[in-house]
């Protein structure tokens, strides 16, 4: 398997425009999660997925964030509008399972944006 | 916040063995001791998981104290492409189970 695969690598953008980012998961993983890292705060769940069903975006910062997952093997996450303090990595992984703590992530090699 | 406390950071000079410690004092009964490390410009990747036992692998060894309450990784022979953050997480499922605190910086000199 290819790994947990991510695009685009870098995204520059303006404030306000929209930018999407796209995750392909493992196959044979259910569970896909999405993170955002930062100097300052670090890494940081933002949601994830199970069997393509949300279960927990309790760290998406706000409305202007959304994810979906349409089937097993695409994701996306979603900023509009897009503002400075955006500007992070996106990791997004995927496991197989989540109970007991057993199992593990693969993480993709992660998008770079910058919002000018 | 993470559950977890590691030092900021660490250097070792290459070729010579590393412990990296964790706490984690407040541990529950199921939560398994997860390793994972992040080279630079890459995501992270897993290293290691225990529940009580010390455990072995390719890349590095998981020492677990008896009370659960630390645990040490263990890179035999560091190189210098060992240099990376690493994460120790406690993960019983669920989504505070998936919270990275800040790592140990770990710098390799040659």
């Known amino acids: 398997d290819a790994g947990v695969i991510q695009s685009p690598r870098h995204e520059v953008t303006e404030m306000g425009q929209e930018v999407t980012l796209r995750c392909k998961p493992i196959s044979g993983h259910d569970y896909l999660f999405w993170y955002r890292q930062t100097m300052m705060r670090g890494l940081e769940l933002l949601i994830y997925f199970n069997n393509n069903v949300p279960i927990d975006d309790s760290g998406m910062p706000e409305d202007r964030f959304s994810a979906k997952m349409p089937n097993a093997s695409f994701s996306t996450l979603k900023i509009q509008p897009s503002e400075p303090r955006d500007s992070a990595v996106y990791f997004c992984?995927?496991?197989?399972?989540?109970?007991?703590?057993?199992?593990?992530?693969?993480f993709g090699a992660g998008t770079r944006l910058s919002v000018l | 916040d993470a559950k977890t406390t590691q030092p900021n950071s660490m250097e070792s000079n290459e070729e010579e063995p590393v412990h990296l410690p964790c706490n984690h004092s407040t541990i529950s009964g199921t939560d398994y001791i997860h390793w994972y490390r992040q080279l630079p410009s890459q995501g992270p990747e897993y290293v290691i998981h225990?529940?009580?036992s010390n455990v072995n692998n390719r890349m590095a060894s998981l020492a677990i104290a008896e009370d659960r309450k630390s645990s040490t990784l263990i890179l035999h022979r560091a190189t210098l492409r060992d240099a990376a953050v690493y994460y120790c997480?406690?993960?019983?499922?669920?989504?505070?189970?998936?919270?990275f605190g800040k790592g140990t910086h770990l710098i390799i000199q040659p």
């Open positions: 997480i406690n993960s019983g499922g669920g989504a505070d189970g998936l919270t």
């Open positions: 225990g529940l009580t």
């Open positions: 992984a995927s496991s197989r399972g989540l109970a007991g703590g057993k199992d593990i992530q693969y």
